[in-house]
C-alpha cells in the first residue's frame, strides 16, 4: 500500500507545526521534511520543535528528508559551494536519522556552466559519493538519489545513466523525479520505472506540461498514465506530491493548499490502489 506524502515546502509560509497540521487535515499519510523548510532553516534548526510535531502525528513515521539544494552544488566549480553542499548533506543525513526518517533524497549536482558535464564534475560527484556512503554507513536511513531534469550541464538525467550508478553503488537508492522526467516525455518516466525500479525508494510527483514544472497531478491523462505504471511495476511505496505554489495564478490560502492535497490523493487512489 502506497503511502502519500508532500514535500514541507508547500507550507514554506507557516510554522511548521501548522504545516504538519495542515498535512493530516488534508488526509494525507505522511511528509517529506525539506532542511530549508524556512521556519527550520531560519531558526537555527530547531531540531526539538520538528521532533515535537512528529511526535503530534505519530502516524506521518517514517517521513522522509530532502537534502539541502538552495544555492548549493556538489560539483560546483567554486569549491567553497561545493564543500558547503558536502557538509549540508552530511547533517542532513544526521538530522534524518536522528528523526527516525525512512530515506533521505539528494541531488547529484551539475557542470557550473551551461556545457556539458567533464572530467572535473565527475570527480567531484565521485567525492560526493564517497561522502554519502561513509555517511550512510552503519546507519538505518537510506540515501537515495534523485533523477535531474535533461538540460546540458545535468547529471543523471537519464535512465541509463541511474541504472548504471545504481548497478556500481549497491547501497544506494533511486528517488524518481517524475516532473523532470516528464519535461522530455511520459515515456521517458516509464523508461526510469522500467530501468530502475527495483531501486526506487521514493517518488517525487507532480507534473509538467507546456514548460512548467511540479504542477498538480489531478484530472491529467499524463498523470494517470504515470500511476498506471507505477501500479503495473508493482511500486508500494512513498509517493510524495512536490507542487510548486507559484505556478498558481494567485497566492493559495492554507485552506486551499488542504482541499488541493485532498484532491490530488484522491486522484492517486483512483489510479493506483
Request: aromatic fraction near 6%.
Amino acid at each position: 500500500m502506497v503511502r502519500i506524502a508532500v514535500s514541507s515546502m508547500f507550507f514554506h509560509e507557516y510554522p511548521m507545526d501548522e504545516g504538519f497540521d495542515a498535512v493530516e487535515r488534508a488526509g494525507l499519510d505522511s511528509i517529506e521534511f525539506w532542511v530549508e523548510t524556512p521556519s527550520f532553516w531560519l531558526n537555527g534548526h530547531p531540531v526539538g520543535a520538528l521532533q515535537a510535531c512528529l511526535r503530534d502525528h505519530p502516524g506521518f513515521t517514517p517521513v522522509n528528508v530532502h537534502s539541502p539544494i538552495l544555492d548549493l552544488n556538489p560539483c560546483s566549480v567554486n569549491p567553497r559551494v561545493a564543500q558547503a553542499t558536502l557538509a549540508y548533506a552530511s547533517e542532513a543525513i544526521e538530522l534524518a536519522e536522528r528523526i527516525g526518517a525512512g530515506v533521505v533524497t539528494v541531488h547529484p549536482g551539475r557542470r557550473t556552466a551551461k556545457r556539458p558535464p567533464s572530467a572535473p564534475e565527475y570527480t567531484r560527484f565521485e567525492h560526493f559519493l564517497d561522502l554519502l556512503r561513509a555517511g550512510a554507513s552503519g546507519r538505518r536511513v537510506k540515501v537515495s538519489m534523485e533523477n535531474m531534469e535533461r538540460a546540458v550541464n545535468s547529471i543523471l538525467s537519464r535512465p541509463s545513466e541511474m541504472r548504471e550508478l545504481l548497478d556500481r553503488e549497491p547501497w544506494l537508492l533511486f528517488t524518481l523525479d517524475v516532473s523532470h522526467a516528464m519535461a522530455l516525455s511520459v515515456e521517458e518516466v516509464t523508461g526510469f520505472i522500467d530501468l530502475c525500479g527495483d531501486r526506487l525508494a521514493n517518488i517525487h510527483l507532480s507534473r509538467s506540461e507546456d514548460g512548467k514544472t511540479h504542477l498538480p497531478l489531478d484530472g491529467s491523462p499524463r498523470a494517470r498514465a504515470v500511476l498506471q505504471a507505477l501500479r503495473e511495476a508493482g511500486y508500494s511505496g512513498s509517493l510524495t506530491l512536490e507542487i510548486e505554489d507559484r505556478n498558481f495564478d494567485h497566492d493559495l490560502s492554507l485552506e486551499e493548499k488542504v482541499g488541493l492535497l485532498a484532491r490530488e490523493a484522491e486522484f492517486i487512489h483512483a489510479h493506483i490502489t
